[in-house]
């Protein structure tokens, strides 16, 4: 069982849609990263959590620290948004590693 | 610099030989990760650089792969008698911040071939 789980793993929705992508996780963390990954694209950091909410834009992103789970919010999704959203998770609290572990990524279609 | 430079963003080599693949990170940031992202696969963590301390490494899948890091600046990953099995996109990324957990920025990789 992999540590970070998202669900789901293939997501198309209609453009104006909410979205929701959910991530789970089963070790001690000390953050949470949401990324994006356009096709063919580099990846960019979303998000950032170590509790709460954090909104940029028409994107949400909440953390239930007792749960061990995430969501990741698109309001009014447009083409645009089409890309892999990735979860990732900081084990621990500091030490001397940052290392990361990844979700596998859900691959998010929004059609005209 | 102001963002995270990778070099080549293309490598296609036969198998067998030697690569080395170059970062270099966003000017002042003393961490630096490796990971790599195969066709199809999600993201794997390969090695960990802060400041002097000692790098994790323990993701780094064999000992054919090894990285360094030259005065706390650019990284080099260094792939010996390359499989075919090697042949991913391999990243590097710096926390934007110096926090425990802080945003990380991405550089665009570079994509290896091994044939």
């Known amino acids: 069982k992999n540590e970070v789980e998202q669900s789901p793993q293939n997501l198309t929705a209609q453009e104006g849609e909410f979205i929701t992508i959910n991530c789970s996780y089963s070790v001690g963390i000390s953050a949470l990263h949401w990324l994006q990954q356009h096709p063919g694209g580099g990846i960019v950091s979303l998000f950032m959590?170590?509790?709460g909410k954090k909104k940029h834009g028409r994107l949400i992103a909440t953390i239930n620290i007792q749960e061990k789970h995430s969501s990741l919010h698109i309001t009014a999704s447009h083409p645009r948004d089409s890309a892999v959203y990735i979860c990732?998770?900081?084990?621990?609290?500091?030490?001397?590693?940052?290392?990361?572990?990844f979700g596998t990524g859900t691959l998010l279609a929004v059609q005209p | 610099g102001a963002g995270v430079s990778q070099s080549p963003s293309n490598k296609v080599t036969e198998k067998g030989k030697d690569v080395e693949l170059r970062c270099d990170p966003i000017s002042g940031h003393t961490a630096l990760y490796w990971y790599r992202q195969s066709l199809g696969q999600g993201l794997e963590f390969l090695i960990y650089f802060q400041g002097n301390s000692a790098p994790d490494k323990s993701g780094l899948p064999s000992d054919r792969f090894s990285a360094e890091r030259t005065g706390g600046s650019v990284s080099t990953l260094t792939i010996q008698r390359t499989q075919q099995e090697d042949s991913a996109v391999y990243l590097c990324a710096t926390p934007l911040g110096t926090g425990v957990g802080s945003p990380l920025h991405f550089g665009n990789g570079t994509r290896l071939t091994v044939t």
């Open positions: 959590l170590s509790s």
């Open positions: 990732a998770v900081t084990l621990g609290y500091g030490g001397a590693t940052n290392k990361l572990i």
